[in-house]
């Protein structure tokens, strides 16, 4: 449950005293709407660029990544 709050897995780590990654990653567990939180993160991620890429003048927006102008 933490995970879907944002927190990394250093957090984690620190919060639950794993010194290892390997120990804090025996306790991860995949849940059923982790999928949707990350899409979801990604979404506003992307529309938060896209606001500021369209505040910038013209001549100062980044051209397109190759074959991406669809994005």
């Not at 804090?24 to 899409?39: F, K, M, P």
């Not at 979404?43 to 051209?63: C, L, N, V």
Request: aromatic share 2%; hydrophobic share 40%; proline share 4%.
């Amino acid at each position: 449950m933490a995970v879907m709050t944002g927190a990394t897995l250093r957090d984690l780590m620190a919060h639950v005293g794993h010194d290892n990654i390997r120990a804090a990653l025996i306790y991860q567990h995949t849940t059923h709407g982790g999928d949707r939180v990350i899409a979801d993160a990604l979404d506003r991620q992307i529309a938060d660029e896209r606001g500021r890429a369209s505040d910038r003048p013209k001549s100062e927006a980044e051209p397109p990544a190759s074959g991406t102008e669809a994005l």
